[in-house]
């Protein structure tokens, strides 16, 4: 029976920091632990997942990384760390060492609230971006489509990384942002060495979202990427602001009804198993 991973959620204790970024998602402004997701995972048959970090804090990599040490549901952890700092390596080493460890599959920083839209290709950036690589990590891309062709430069430049592109790019659906996003979706897809998570559709039709809205999509990136470097993640509890988990379940399901039972098994969690190298 294949493994299913979901690859793309959070947790946060607002009592231990706050989420500024929430300020204006008042469904958000609470904290959400993964307790609360259990009963989800357990309803969905999700025996795995892959927590990511929510905030520019070296600590709270430490933190999802203790978090994974005391729950074997998570199987890996996406953490923050300053990029443009020349001591990389040594980040990584910290966060290895410490509880929880040999948890840590990837990092992410969010280029997508960067006023540069060139930022993934500044000179400091790649240095950390290589070190990453060279420490055998992931690099999530939490970019928006005008930061795609930096994406593809950062990609080309670190053929040895493997890097993960986060809600398909963030494609305005609400807007009918489809073509040029497509465009520079099919260009990135090209680089053998990313994968993209299909995760954070919802968020991006916004309320009135439907299934069929969001399937030109959701086929654009499948063709793009083929079943093989595509990963289901719910972005709980990002997603509640629009639907529940098993709504994102559902709709993920319907999007890849048409791909065969092997294809769905890698996209439900045999490729987040073998992109992040997950235990």
Same mark, same amino acid.
């Given at each position: ?152 430069? #950062?990609? =080309?430049?670190? /053929?040895?990384?493997?890097? *993960? !592109? +986060?809600?398909? %790019?963030?494609? $305005?659906?609400?807007? @009918? ?33 439907? #299934?069929? =809205?969001?399937? /030109?999509?959701?086929?654009? *990136? !499948? +063709?793009?990427? %083929?079943?093989? $470097?595509?990963?289901? @993640? ?46």
């Amino acid at each position: 029976m294949s493994r299913r991973v979901d690859a793309h959620h959070h947790v946060w204790d607002l009592a231990v920091r706050d989420q500024p970024w929430t300020a204006d998602l008042p469904p958000l402004r609470r904290s959400f632990a993964l307790d609360e997701l259990a009963p989800e995972l357990d309803r969905e048959d999700v025996g795995s997942t892959v927590v990511v970090e929510t905030v520019n804090v070296f600590e709270e990599g430490v933190e999802l990384l203790a978090l994974a040490a005391s729950s074997p549901r998570v199987a890996g952890v996406v953490a923050w760390m300053d990029l443009t700092a020349p001591d990389v390596a040594q980040q990584i080493d910290q966060l290895r060492d410490g509880p929880g460890g040999d948890a840590l599959v990837g990092v992410r920083h969010g280029v997508q609230a960067e006023p540069d839209p060139a930022w993934l290709c500044g000179r400091e950036v790649r240095r950390g971006l290589a070190a990453v690589a060279a420490a055998g990590l992931a690099f999530d891309l939490l970019v928006v489509p005008a930061q795609l062709p930096a994406a593809v430069e #950062a990609a =080309r430049v670190l /053929p040895d990384m493997r890097f *993960v !592109l +986060d809600h398909a %790019g963030k494609p $305005r659906i609400a807007e @009918g942002g489809h073509d040029r996003w497509a465009r520079d979706l099919r260009t990135l897809a090209g680089c053998e060495n990313v994968a993209v998570k299909m995760s954070g559709l919802v968020t991006e039709a916004g309320p009135d979202w439907s #299934a069929e =809205r969001i399937a /030109p999509y959701a086929a654009t *990136v !499948l +063709d793009a990427f %083929g079943p093989g $470097r595509v990963l289901y @993640g719910s972005d709980w509890p990002v997603c509640l602001v629009d639907a529940g988990y098993a709504e994102v379940a559902a709709l993920a399901r319907t999007l890849v009804a048409d791909l065969s039972a092997a294809e769905q098994a890698d996209v439900f969690g045999e490729n987040a198993v073998r992109w992040y190298g997950l235990a």
